[in-house]
RNA sequence: GGAGUCGUAGUUCAGUUGGUUAGAACGCCAGCCUGUCACGUUGGAGGUCGCGGGUUCGAGUCCCGUCGGCUCCGCCA
């Protein structure tokens, strides 16, 4: 039979107890987490979403309590009654917030008793923890370990963060449905039958795109939102099909606007939630500036690495690979991993396998040093090697890493690799915060299979009024149309650690822009109907709409 | 949709060339223990080796199929 719990209250939490409360009478209830039996006497680490404290019941002092405690078990939930008392000097705990204490147990009082866990709560080294779909099964036991409960409580910050920053400035949250008709938006649409339609479904919102500008079309001038969004996608590690993100939209707003917004609302985030000083104005670089630099349109700056264009060293060159890579278009690129030419051939064949999942043909290397070795010494001779390496900007004992093909292909892999041989070196300073803004992405995205350009965007962004003209030459002119890889987006990320944690665009505010934007191919592509309210609704009430639509939770 | 990889005790894993009774650590159970905090110590329980089929005198191990997990590519405008 287990304990009544009555009007008995808590004193204290098990992380507040320090020796300033040294003498008082209090009552702890938490859950069990370790047991040291002793005999004579029992310690108890009792634990709540604050910390640990250690209790301690001695058969001497207190024999029905020490009684029950041989009972105890891990994650029974238990009420103890004691006096805080200073512990000996030696008898100190450093790792315990509450070390310096303990509780003298006079009285227990069982609540709850528990099964065997199905997976232990605490252990030696992450690597030892239980699979995640075994700690998903039993969810509401892992969100008692400490790390979960901490994640948790760093979100709930997060949030109250955000509306702190947002009303401040004069942002309104308004909530938006999710049962929807469904939006063109990029994702497969969630979808939920519908009882009174027979037949017909609802979507679920992909983000509250649409929504929004309907609420700048109405007038609200400035919104926000923490919304739910669904996409019926496949999952990632970091990926999943109904998350949060923070959605905003402001009206009569440039880009500095928008990025003001979103630096201001980061920078406050990261101050209340973590003590995290971001500057003030976040670096910035032009996406394609990223692409050739780093290989990604959100590059990790917390390290170098970057890639190195040897295309133009390699012109001409006989080696027939590289000779039809030129010749077709693409290019050759290379990173250097300072100091690593001790990379064994197994080494170097995992990361040729790592670099073909992003569709390179091969991996080749130099590694330089006294006898400078290289795949490519016997095609390329002893002097272009060198020269190569002249170019890579390698020195002795570096490790030349380089791919050829396709532009696509050149960033996607030795992005991919860069960061790659980022975490295998430990390259990465895990305490570094480094923000960045990308801008000017490109309105449209070549597809190299079919020769086509398609959308990178929503269909509302604003082409950058610099590249207006060629716009509206490559979509009236047939024999232009290649132009459009050319035309830049009022499009922008927000970027940290090599997570894209937002993005956003300016919209169209011009009628014949935005017909412009269509006969590029959207309305093909998304139907003219699905956004037939939006323009119904914009001819009523123009206005320039400034957007930062999809930011996602920062990764803290 | 595709690729890789892993399924062995409650959990994390090891398991040789196919060969006797499948192991370790942690956890669990029982005893002992006056200062632990990864307590110690003695003893014990715990396994349909994911599932189905095949090869073999003999399969955790080899082959085929199947199911599931994880990671990645595609996808996520």
Redesign the pocket.
């Known amino acids: 039979m287990l304990d009544v719990l009555g009007t008995l209250e808590r004193t204290h939490s098990c992380g507040e107890l320090r020796e300033s409360e040294v003498g008082q009478h209090v009552v702890l209830m938490g859950w069990v987490a ?8 029992t ?1 108890i ?1 009792l634990r709540d979403r604050d910390g640990v404290t ?1 209790v ?1 019941v ?1 058969e ?1 002092t207190a024999k029905e309590a020490h009684a029950k405690a ?1 009972n105890l ?2 994650e029974f939930v238990i009420a103890v009654k004691g006096e805080v ?1 200073l ?2 000097e ?4 450093a ?2 917030a509450t ?1 310096g204490i ?1 509780v ?1 147990v006079s009285e227990i009082l069982i609540l709850n008793d528990a099964n ?5 709560l605490e ?2 080294g992450s ?8 700690r ?1 099964k039993y969810r509401y036991l892992d969100l008692r370990r400490p790390q979960l409960q901490h994640n948790i409580r760093t979100r709930a910050k997060a949030v109250a963060a955000i509306r702190e920053y947002f009303d401040t400035r004069g942002f309104i949250e308004i909530e938006t449905p999710i049962l929807l008709k469904s939006t ?5 649409d969630f979808v939920v039958p519908s009882r009174i339609h027979t037949g017909k479904f609802f979507a679920l919102p ?2 509250p ?1 649409i929504l929004k500008q309907l609420t700048m079309i109405s007038g609200f001038d400035k919104y926000y939102q923490i919304a739910r969004c669904f ?1 019926d ?7 999943q099909p109904e998350f949060t993100q923070l959605d905003m939209e402001m009206s009569f707003a440039h880009q500095e606007m928008a990025y003001r917004e979103m630096q201001g609302m980061f920078n406050h985030v990261f101050t209340k939630v973590g003590g995290i000083e971001l500057p003030a104005a976040w670096p910035r670089m032009t996406h394609a500036e990223a692409m050739r630099r780093y290989g990604s349109d959100k590059p990790d700056l917390r390290f170098e690495m970057e890639l190195v264009d040897l295309s133009g060293e390699l012109a001409g060159t006989d080696f027939a690979p590289f000779a039809s890579v030129l010749e077709s278009g693409g290019e050759i690129k290379c990173i250097v991993a300072k100091g690593k030419a001790d990379y064994s051939r197994k080494q170097l064949d995992e990361l040729q396998d790592f670099v073909k ?3 390179a043909g091969a991996l080749a290397w130099i590694k330089v040093g006294d006898e400078t070795t290289s795949s490519l010494l016997k095609v390329l001779g002893e002097e272009k090697i060198g020269q190569l390496v002249t170019s890579s900007g390698a020195v002795s004992g570096d490790l030349v890493l380089i791919v050829a093909g396709r532009k696509s292909v050149v960033a ?1 892999s030795l992005g ?1 690799l860069r960061i790659e041989v980022a975490k295998r070196e430990d390259l990465i300073d895990r305490t570094a915060y480094k923000p960045l803004i990308v801008t000017e992405f490109p309105m449209f ?1 070549h597809d190299e299979e079919t020769d086509r350009y ?8 604003s082409p950058m009024d610099e590249d207006l003209e060629k716009f509206t030459t490559a979509v009236n002119d047939e024999s232009q149309h290649h132009l459009l890889g050319e035309v830049r987006a009022k499009a922008y990320d927000a970027v940290i650690n090599g997570y894209e944690c937002a993005g956003g665009s300016i919209r169209i505010h011009q009628k014949d822009v935005q017909a412009l934007n269509f006969k590029a191919g959207h309305v093909a592509r998304i139907g003219a109907d699905a956004v037939r309210i939006f323009l119904d609704a914009r001819n009523s009430a123009r206005r320039r709409t400034a957007v930062s ?2 930011a996602s939770n920062a990764p803290a």
């Open positions: 370790k047991k040291r039996d002793f005999g004579v006497f310690f680490d250690q301690v001695s001497e041989k078990r891990g008392a512990r000996d030696g008898a100190r705990n790792k315990l070390g303990e003298k065997v866990l199905p997976f232990q252990v030696a690597e030892n923890l239980a699979a995640e779909d075994t998903l063109p938006e990029g994702a497969r992909q983000s795109q996409r996608e496949d999952l990632r590690a970091d990926r999942r992003y569709g996607a991919a995205e398609t959308a990178a965007h929503h269909p509302f962004t639509p999809p």
